[in-house]
């Protein structure tokens, strides 16, 4: 090794022993062994101050940056992400010279990168030939070295606020990594997609989850729970029916299959079954959205028993003419509720009313398991079964400007779509959405080696885990039998008396929660004015340790609230998660600040929020005393 040489490598490995929390924890040791990982490189002189180097393993060999000016190759990449003001996050795949990272951190000040270097041996290599020193201590870059990125960037991004992610790829990289690097760049964006659903379906619905259980006060007491089915038909097949475009073709077959296996239904696929005659003995609701209660509408009969989620509209509830069974809740006020005729089940719920059915399929004990119409894709530009709901919804808005092939092309393009295959080797489109679920029943499916499961959807992508059947070949194999649904589902409601006084009781405690919610308001009303007071002073450099104790008494006081701060809570979380991903400041906002920014909007919103509970109690109170008197 030369001076020059050693001098540089010296530089780059200070930096990165300074700066271990922007490294792997083993990134020494794996430096020092990385001869294992077979690269050899060469460096490659340009006329100027710039350098490329050629990168060799088993024969093949690429050139890593442009062999004629890799500067100009890096502002080109990089220009698309920063020239994004809504990207916050860039990541680089195939780190290389640093010429990229450099590029980015150079035009932008607000914007952090993820560097990914997939070998050792090159970074080895690297750190002797470039000095990189700047960026390896440069601590909006997080570094992640080697071949097991996926988990520990997935972790990385889970905990950190994102508007919106770019990824560039080093063209040189792409040689000896391409499925590796398109794998993970696929990965990382399902992920962040999945990451923003959830914070978005929190988000949108915060409060319609609230308003819903107060609308279904009437029942949600007095029902029992989904657990009344749980081990009760141990080794009876069930067949989980989804809304997807394929369940036309096995939809007719049904009917028999009634005499073989327990049916479980989605919400979405009730009113195709109702058309072919078919009586399911459970369907499943989870969503709170009003156009849910459509679904529901003249397409089911009191044979069928619902398994819910306490949210869910409440006309669905009002108007459903079998038996209702609930699952356990994780919002306060639905707990709180269901409390007084005890532990209503878990079901293991993945986003999409499907992974509520075949979960409820599982906690009955049946084996085996046929999925049907979970298609996971768009086949034919197809987004359900005819005859569904949404089907009927896209027909009912075209017109001669705006087809049904039209608000379909637009519908599926309004989310990310990327090509898929499906079993029959058919080119289909899945979006994030679809990747999501998809992946979440593979895990399902992996975690459950005591139940055969079969996808008889017939169309729409395959499932690891799952073997792909006909429902037609399925049904031979099966034998009739009794399935005794109507003895399992019987008497679902507390008697009379019961109900009488658990009304009495709902009434009392939710007089006293109010008390609190009450109390809160008042606390965050005072917490607010401070605040105003607060950010003069931290502009000003006054003496302000007398106002953050003031606000530190407040918010204890606010935390001694154990009964009113899971209900406020539940209904702030777009606040909670505007200031979580750092929506609530801009980049000219002074750090000093950020904690007063903060602690005012939170105020703000525990005081609507407050204002939202008290009147849901109320209501929840008015409707109460009604049936009581």
């Not at 929390?21 to 077979?38: C, K, S, Y």
């Amino acid at each position: 090794m030369s001076s020059a040489s050693a001098g540089i490598r010296g530089k780059n490995m200070d930096a990165i022993r300074a700066h271990r929390e922007l490294f792997p924890l083993d990134v020494e040791t794996r430096i020092a062994e990385a001869a294992a990982d077979g690269f050899s490189c060469t460096p490659i002189a340009i006329k100027g101050a710039a350098m490329s180097f050629k990168a060799s393993r088993d024969g093949a060999s690429a050139i890593m940056h442009s062999q004629y000016d890799p500067i100009k190759e890096a502002k080109t990449l990089a220009e698309e992400a920063v020239n994004d003001p809504d990207a916050d996050l860039v990541v680089v795949l195939g780190f290389g010279a640093g010429y990229i990272v450099r590029e980015i951190l150079t035009a932008r000040d607000n914007i952090d990168v993820i560097a990914v270097e997939p070998s050792y041996g090159i970074l080895n290599f690297l750190i002797d030939t470039f000095d990189m020193h700047d960026l390896f201590s440069d601590e909006r870059v997080m570094y992640f070295i080697g071949g097991s990125d996926r988990n520990d960037i997935e972790n990385y991004l889970s905990l950190r606020s994102t508007r919106k992610v770019r990824i560039i790829t080093s063209r040189g990289y792409w040689k000896f990594f391409s499925k590796d690097l398109g794998d993970l760049s696929q990965a990382i964006l399902n992920f962040v997609d999945a990451k923003s659903i959830n914070i978005n379906t929190m988000i949108r619905f915060d409060r319609l989850w609230a308003y819903n259980i107060i609308c279904n006060i009437d029942v949600i007491p007095f029902v029992h729970g989904v657990n009344r089915f749980f081990d009760r038909f141990a080794g009876v097949p069930a067949v989980v029916v989804s809304a997807g475009p394929s369940l036309e073709r096995n939809i007719g077959l049904l009917g028999e299959m009634k005499k073989k296996a327990l049916i479980i239904a989605v919400d979405t696929a009730l009113k195709p079954l109702r058309e072919h005659g078919i009586t399911p003995h459970i369907a499943v609701a989870i969503d709170p959205q009003g156009k849910n209660a459509k679904y529901f509408r003249n397409a089911v009969s009191s044979g069928t028993a619902l398994v819910s989620e306490s949210s869910i509209h409440n006309e669905i509830m009002r108007n459903y003419p079998g038996p209702i069974f609930l699952a356990a809740s994780p919002f306060p006020l639905a707990q709180y509720l269901m409390g007084f005729l005890g532990d209503r089940g878990e079901l293991t719920v993945g986003g999409s009313v499907s992974t509520a059915a075949i979960d409820i399929a599982c906690r009955t004990g049946a084996n085996p398991v046929i999925m049907l119409g979970l298609d996971l894709s768009f086949p034919e530009l197809a987004t359900h079964v005819k005859g569904s709901y949404h089907e009927e919804d896209f027909h009912t808005q075209v017109t001669k400007l705006d087809t049904y092939d039209g608000r379909i092309y637009k519908y599926i393009l309004s989310g990310r779509v990327t090509p898929a295959r499906n079993i029959h080797g058919e080119r289909v489109y899945v979006d994030a959405r679809f990747t999501m679920y998809r992946e979440w029943f593979e895990k399902y499916a992996a975690a459950k080696p005591g139940v055969k499961f079969y996808n008889a959807t017939e169309g729409g992508v395959a499932l690891n885990g799952m073997e792909n059947i006909t429902l037609a070949s399925l049904a031979k194999t099966l034998p009739d039998r009794d399935i005794d649904f109507e003895t399992v589902s019987a008497n679902a409601r507390a008697d009379t008396a019961t109900e009488a006084a658990i009304r009495r009781e709902i009434i009392d405690g939710f007089s006293a929660i109010r008390k609190e919610i009450r109390t809160m308001r008042r606390l965050a009303e005072d917490g607010l004015s401070i605040t105003d007071k607060l950010e003069h002073g931290v502009r000003h450099k006054h003496n302000v340790a007398g106002m953050v104790r003031s606000l530190n008494t407040i918010d204890e006081r606010i935390g001694e609230l154990h009964e009113a701060k899971p209900f406020v809570s539940v209904t702030m979380q777009r606040v909670i998660n505007y200031i979580k991903e750092g929506y609530a400041f801009d980049e000219h906002t002074p750090e000093e600040l950020r904690p007063v920014i903060a602690s005012r909007e939170l105020y703000k919103e525990i005081i609507r929020s407050a204002e939202y509970n008290d009147d849901l109690i109320e209501m929840g109170i008015r409707k109460l005393s009604k049936a009581t008197v």
